[in-house]
């Protein structure tokens, strides 16, 4: 169907990515990706787990068309249609479903305003029902080291076309995660020096 973005790092990153949330998946309940962009893992995680709802959101009407595209041309009844969340607007979590099983966020911690990240936690913090998780994918610092030297290029490159972004320090994460209630439950080496960080809420 026209309108379906396809990003082959969506392609290369699905396996592990999923196979990290295998492990993390309830037996029903709703599950909210925040900046889903092109709708590719969203659309597989709906046909590969039917009795869960997933629900894809994006702040950026393209990526919303594209994963409504995904969503059409998979006929997932247990696909939502995308919402336009911005994750720092005041509020934003009053516009889905609580609470809550689970929310995941693949490679937007590091491109977008830090503010975001704080939003994210906020908003997690308030619509995932008790012992839901928070799953976080994408590259980070530990200790304020980059954990290789391709990270530490990819980071300046990335402050390079915007000052507000660049690869965040894994303690100031589970910091801003902590003042929402959610504790860090483990971190999973992935690969291309990418980590899965796993929260649980309280």
């Not at 787990?49 to 950026?60: E, N, Q, V, Y």
């Not at 929402?180 to 992935?190: E, F, N, R, T, Y």
Request: aromatic share 8%; net charge negative.
């Amino acid at each position: 169907m026209s309108g379906k973005l396809i990003y082959p790092s969506a392609a290369r990153n699905a396996h592990g990515i999923f196979a990290c949330l295998e492990k993390l998946l309830p037996d029903k309940g709703t599950i909210l990706e925040i900046a889903s962009g092109s709708g590719q893992h969203l659309s597989q995680l709906a046909n590969l787990h039917g009795d869960l709802i997933w629900c894809p959101s994006d702040p950026d009407a393209q990526a919303r068309s594209s994963i409504d595209a995904w969503r059409a041309a998979e006929n997932g009844a247990n696909l939502r249609a995308a919402l336009g969340l911005d994750v720092t607007a005041a509020g934003w979590w009053n516009s889905v479903d609580q609470p809550l099983a689970g929310m995941m966020v693949i490679n937007m911690i590091h491109i977008s305003p830090w503010q975001a990240t704080l939003g994210l936690m906020h908003g997690a913090g308030t619509a995932l029902g008790s012992g839901g998780f928070l799953y976080l994918y994408g590259p980070y610092k530990i200790d304020g080291a980059h954990t290789a030297p391709s990270n530490e290029a990819f980071d300046a490159s990335l402050r390079a076309r915007d000052a507000s972004w660049g690869v965040r320090d894994k303690e100031d994460v589970v910091a801003a995660a902590e003042t929402h209630g959610l504790q860090l439950a483990d971190m999973v080496p992935m690969p291309a020096n990418n980590f899965s960080l796993i929260f649980r809420k309280r």
